[in-house]
């Protein structure tokens, strides 16, 4: 099993990122942060390598996506509660992100998302894993 997770996104404007993921109060793990890379810390296993562009493209041999125009993938976290799902989603508008789906109430799950300055989505979710529907 893996112990950590590391979903590795790139980026145009590092600085940009990284005041933008502040604001939405997470931090950056400075052992692995320079000016090609930060290292967001979204839980305690759970990073995202914000890399620029060019950094990137090392990692790689296929084109980098635009992730204003299509989508490379959804990143979708956790959080404790449906509040905390919308007060997230709110932080992220107000510090230059975008909503792109509205809010969606499945009865024991809550989730609302947002894009962040480059395009990348974010799902932020609330779980009642009690409410489960079973069968």
Avoid at 90 to 106: I, N, R, T
Avoid at 110 to 123: C, K, L, R, V
Wanted: hydrophobic share 40%; glycine share 6%; aromatic share 12%.
């Amino acid at each position: 099993m893996a112990t950590k997770i590391f979903i590795n996104l790139p980026v145009k404007d590092l600085n940009r990122s990284k005041e933008f993921f502040t604001k939405l109060g997470f931090g950056f793990n400075e052992q692995f942060t320079d000016e090609k890379a930060a290292c967001l810390v979204i839980g305690e296993n759970l990073f995202s390598m914000l890399l620029t562009e060019p950094f990137f493209k090392g990692f790689t041999k296929k084109e980098i996506a635009d992730a204003s125009k299509s989508t490379e993938v959804l990143i979708a976290i956790d959080v404790e509660s449906r509040e905390k799902v919308d007060e997230m989603v709110s932080k992220a508008v107000a510090a230059g992100g975008s909503v792109y789906m509205d809010p969606q109430d499945h009865g024991w799950m809550y989730q609302h998302s947002f894009a962040d300055p480059d395009g990348h989505q974010w799902e932020v979710m609330y779980m009642d894993e009690s409410a489960i529907p079973q069968g």
